[in-house]
C-alpha cells in the first residue's frame, strides 16, 4: 500500500500542471499516468496556440517538457491505471491495476475525455484494419490511398486536412448540411483539392474481406430523395467529438447529462472535500490544453491549502 498527501490521475496538461504547482508548493504528489501518458494532445501533430511557442511546438515535446517540469519539482509517476475508487471516508483510496492500494488525503482527477464512436459493430470488427480515431497516430498507413473522416467539427476539419498530406483522397463525411468547425478550419478545408465533402451524409456499416475496402453511406436519410450507396475507402476515421473519462468516480462525484465532472462555479471543487477535477474530465465547453493547465494549476493551489488545513 502506497500512502501519499496527494495524487492526481492522468497526465494531460492538467495533471502535470497540477504536479508542477503542487511540488513548487512542498507537496509533491504521486501522478498516475493513465492509458494515454502525455493525455490526448499526443494523437496531435504541432501545437501552435499554447502560449510561448510563437513558432508552435511539437505535441509530444510539449508533454514531455511539462513531464520533466512536473518532476523537477517532485512528482513522483507511476505507468499504471486506477480501476477503482473509494472516497466514502479518508484517507481517500484508489486501487490500481495491478491491486497496489493508494491511500491519499487529496485527489486530482485530471483523466480527460476520449474520443467518441459512431456505435457500429464494423467499427469494432475493423479496429486497428482500417477504423482509427486519430489520423496522426495512423494517417502513415494511408500514404497515397483513400480515407474518410467522420464528422464536421474541428477536430474533423484538422484530421482531414492533416490527412490529405499524406492521403490520395479524403472524403469528410457529414450528417447535416453544413460545417460546425470554426471559419478557418472551414476554408483549410474547402480550399484543399484533395478533400471532398459529403454532406447530409451518414456512414451506416464498413465492409471489406481483409480490413476496410469501403464505407456505406446513406444521403439525406429519412427524406425525400435518400439513398443508400458504398464508397470504396482504405481508411475510416472517427472524428464526432469526445466523452469525458468520469466513469471511476460516478459513485462520488456529480456529473452533467453527459458524465462531465460538475465543479462549484470556476473553481476545481467537486464537493467532495479535498478531491478536485481539472481539464478535459471537467470541461466540455472549451477543451482547451491551455484551460486544462490552467485548471491543474487550481486544483494544486486548492490541495495545498487543503492539505495544510488538515495537517
Ligand atoms: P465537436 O463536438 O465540435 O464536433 C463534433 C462533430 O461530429 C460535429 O460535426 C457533429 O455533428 C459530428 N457528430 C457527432 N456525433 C455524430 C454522429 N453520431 N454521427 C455523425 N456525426 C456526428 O467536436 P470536436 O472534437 O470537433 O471539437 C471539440 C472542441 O475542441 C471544440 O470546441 C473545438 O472547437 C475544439 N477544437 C479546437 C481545435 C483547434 O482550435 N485547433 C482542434 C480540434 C478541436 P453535428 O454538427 O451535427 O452535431
Redesign the pocket.
Known amino acids: 500500500m502506497i500512502q501519499t498527501k496527494l495524487l492526481v490521475i492522468g497526465s494531460g496538461p492538467a495533471g502535470y500542471s497540477a504536479g508542477i504547482y503542487a511540488g513548487r508548493a512542498g507537496i509533491p504528489p504521486l501522478l498516475i499516468e493513465g492509458i494515454q501518458p502525455g493525455g490526448q494532445l499526443t494523437t496531435?501533430t504541432e501545437v501552435?496556440?499554447f502560449p510561448g511557442f510563437p513558432d508552435g511546438i511539437d505535441a509530444n515535446e510539449l508533454m514531455d517538457n511539462m513531464r520533466k517540469q512536473a518532476e523537477r519539482f517532485g512528482t513522483r509517476i507511476l505507468s499504471n491505471i486506477v480501476t477503482k475508487t473509494d472516497f466514502s471516508t479518508q484517507p481517500y483510496r484508489v486501487w490500481l491495476d495491478d491491486g497496489q492500494e493508494i491511500q491519499s488525503k487529496a485527489i486530482i482527477i485530471a483523466t480527460g475525455a476520449s474520443?467518441?464512436y459512431?456505435?457500429l459493430p464494423d467499427e469494432q470488427k475493423y479496429m486497428g484494419q482500417g477504423v482509427s480515431a486519430c489520423a496522426t497516430c495512423d494517417g502513415f498507413f494511408y500514404r497515397k490511398k483513400v480515407v474518410a473522416v467522420?464528422?464536421?467539427?474541428?477536430?474533423?476539419?484538422?484530421e482531414a486536412t492533416y490527412l490529405a498530406g499524406l492521403a490520395n483522397k479524403v472524403y469528410l463525411?457529414?450528417?447535416?448540411p453544413?460545417?460546425?468547425?470554426?471559419r478557418i478550419?472551414q476554408e483549410r478545408v474547402l480550399n484543399n483539392d484533395k478533400i471532398e465533402i459529403l454532406f447530409e451524409t451518414?456512414?451506416i456499416g464498413l465492409y471489406g474481406e481483409n480490413g476496410v475496402e469501403g464505407v456505406h453511406l446513406i444521403h439525406k436519410k429519412g427524406e425525400d430523395g435518400e439513398r443508400e450507396y458504398d464508397l470504396p475507402i482504405d481508411g475510416f476515421f472517427l472524428?464526432?467529438?469526445?466523452h469525458p473519462n468520469s466513469e471511476l468516480f460516478l459513485p462520488w462525484v456529480k456529473t452533467d447529462e453527459q458524465g462531465y465532472i460538475i465543479t462549484e462555479g470556476d473553481s476545481p471543487r467537486t464537493g467532495i472535500p479535498g478531491v478536485y477535477a481539472a481539464g478535459d474530465v471537467a470541461d466540455s465547453?472549451?477543451?482547451?490544453a491551455i484551460v486544462a493547465a490552467a485548471a491543474g494549476a487550481k486544483a494544486a493551489m486548492e490541495a495545498e491549502k487543503y492539505i495544510k488545513d488538515h495537517e
Open positions: 496531435t501552435e496556440n474520443a467518441k459512431l456505435g467522420v464528422g464536421g467539427g474541428d477536430t474533423a476539419c484538422e463525411v457529414v450528417r447535416k453544413f460545417l460546425r468547425a470554426s478550419m451518414n456512414a472524428a464526432i467529438g469526445h465547453h472549451y477543451r482547451q
